[in-house]
């Protein structure tokens, strides 16, 4: 199974304190709107999120479709079988993608620890 490109979401209190922090690391901004609470920043070999605002705890997140620069990839399994394999070997969703569809959609479970992990297919 294929669960994508692989990124941190990080929940932020100060996106601009957050964002001048990464940079120091050697990330630069990859995508997003500060103004609208969110960054995706980009090292050589890392991407993350900044999210301030948006959801309380930090989140591990998949993208089935798209490659580490958000480009989509030829092919790839779909959230939809990946949601049928897991539930199959007994993990419990949050939030499940609707089957019966196709194209973007979006699950979330919680690993023993309980930090989440979201699948997010954007094609």
Wanted: proline share 4%.
């Amino acid at each position: 199974m294929e669960l994508g490109a692989f990124s941190v979401s990080l929940a932020v209190k100060d996106i601009g304190a957050s964002r001048d922090f990464y940079e120091k690391l050697g990330f630069s901004v990859f995508g997003g709107d500060a103004e609208q609470g969110w960054l995706i920043m980009k090292s050589p070999t890392a991407v993350i999120g900044l999210f301030q605002g948006m959801f309380e705890k930090n989140i591990l997140t998949f993208n089935p479709g798209w490659d580490s620069d958000a480009q989509p990839v030829g092919s790839f399994t779909d959230i939809r079988e990946i949601q049928k394999s897991l539930k199959a070997a007994g993990v419990r969703f949050e939030q499940e993608a609707d089957e019966t569809g196709s194209g973007p959609a979006s699950c979330t479970l919680l690993d023993p620890d309980g930090n989440a992990i979201l699948i997010d297919q954007h094609v």
